[in-house]
């Protein structure tokens, strides 16, 4: 997750992009996008040891994820964040779906999650 904030926008988010045109999901790399945002808003471990951060663009969207209560929030808070997911809106569907990765991260823990992401 180092340097996420760069790498993500300019290595995930237009193969995530791509693939929306072609009307395609591609689960594992949504699952990661909210694996990593789910690590942003909670930086520790599965012992509750604190994770450091290391990105330099991490703070403005940690400020943005830090009232969301539920996973839809923090996402729909972090795609107002341009300098990472531009401007152009992400279609309610793929966002459902992103939302419902970080709802199984959050309840059952990336173990579990990982599990149901190779069932489907």
Same mark, same amino acid.
């Given at each position: ?12 988010l237009p193969a995530l ?10 689960p594992r790399l949504e699952? @990661? &996008?909210? =694996?990593? !945002?789910?690590?942003?808003?909670? *930086?520790?471990? #599965?012992?509750?040891? /604190? $994770? ?7 703070? @403005? &969207?940690? =400020?943005? !994820?830090?009232?969301?209560?539920? *996973?839809?929030? #923090?996402?729909?808070? /972090? $795609? ?39 069932a489907s």
């Amino acid at each position: 997750a180092m340097d996420g904030t760069q790498k993500v926008a300019v290595r995930w988010l237009p193969a995530l992009r791509d693939a929306l045109a072609r009307q395609q999901a591609l689960p594992r790399l949504e699952w @990661a &996008l909210a =694996a990593w !945002l789910h690590y942003l808003k909670h *930086p520790v471990n #599965a012992q509750g040891q /604190a $994770l450091a951060v290391q990105d330099p663009g991490a703070a @403005a &969207l940690q =400020a943005l !994820l830090a009232d969301a209560q539920t *996973p839809a929030e #923090a996402l729909a808070a /972090a $795609l107002t964040h341009a300098p990472v997911f531009g401007s152009t809106p992400w279609p309610t569907e793929w966002q459902q779906r992103v939302a419902a990765h970080g709802e199984r991260l959050k309840t059952q823990g990336v173990l579990a999650s990982l599990a149901a992401l190779g069932a489907s």
